[in-house]
């Protein structure tokens, strides 16, 4: 069993800079793929980001590309997501799971991602 806790979020003006972070106890975090959603209320939640186990491989929904980056630490076991220029799109819960490659990096398998983080919420003021 795997335990994700996400932090990080908060209320910033446009043009900032945020780090999460998704924080992993209980099994071998660098067992798992992670990745990154995030989700309006009364809109689809959306992949942002995704990085491999050993975080060699990650991979970006094109609109955020140039933007955020995702990256991990296996020793601290936690995944980190550093969003930069930040718009007021950007406003959302934004989540983490974890799981196998597949399912983290091929949207037709997100729904087989096996843990899930409660979410931090981010608020970008214009």
């Known amino acids: 069993q795997v335990q994700l806790v996400e932090s990080g979020g908060g209320l910033v003006q446009a043009g900032d800079s945020l780090r999460l972070s998704c924080a992993a106890s209980g099994r071998t975090f660098s067992s798992y793929a992670v990745a990154w959603f995030r989700q309006v209320p009364g809109k689809e939640r959306e992949f942002v980001a995704a990085?491999?186990?050993?975080?060699?491989?990650?991979y970006y929904a094109d609109s955020l590309k140039g933007r955020f980056t995702i990256a991990r630490d296996n020793a601290k076991n936690t995944v980190y997501l550093q969003m930069n220029s930040l718009k007021p799109e950007d406003t959302a819960v934004y989540y983490c799971?974890?799981?196998?490659?597949?399912?983290?990096?091929?949207?037709?398998?997100?729904?087989?991602?096996?843990?899930w983080g409660q979410g931090t919420r981010v608020t970008v003021s214009s």
């Open positions: 799971a974890a799981g196998s490659f597949k399912s983290a990096f091929y949207s037709s398998s997100f729904s087989s991602l096996d843990y």
């Open positions: 990085i491999s186990r050993g975080g060699g491989t990650t």
